[in-house]
């Protein structure tokens, strides 16, 4: 059973910047890719960054060249940079593991962009 915990969400100013957190357990981690959601009220959960167990990652054009994704395997944890945050990037923002076929959840963390 994979558990993942995020943390860092926080309020935040327009073009502010905010590190996310996700602690994995009960996995290899290594092996997983890992991804970064998002859902605002009212709105459909988003994928908003992915990266791979080799190190590939993805992101959709609406926060390309704005959030990182990075992981450290070590530690079994995987970050989320946000830069230039805008009040549309609030939201309830949360981890998922593909591990061994399956994804796994996290519990969210909230980002609150001001304007």
């Known amino acids: 059973q994979v558990h993942l915990v995020e943390s860092g969400g926080d309020l935040v100013q327009a073009g502010g910047s905010l590190r996310l957190s996700c602690a994995a357990s009960g996995s290899i981690f290594s092996r997983d890719s890992m991804n970064w959601h998002r859902q605002a009220p009212g709105a459909q959960r988003e994928l908003v960054a992915s990266i791979g167990s080799s190190g590939y990652t993805y992101y959709p054009r609406s926060v390309k060249g704005r959030f990182t994704i990075s992981r450290d395997n070590a530690n079994k944890t995987v970050y989320l940079q946000m830069n230039s945050l805008k009040p549309e990037d609030t939201a309830v923002y949360y981890c998922?593991?593909?591990?061994?076929?399956?994804?796994?959840w996290g519990q969210g963390t909230q980002v609150t962009v001001s304007s």
């Open positions: 998922s593991s593909d591990s061994q076929g399956l994804r796994y």
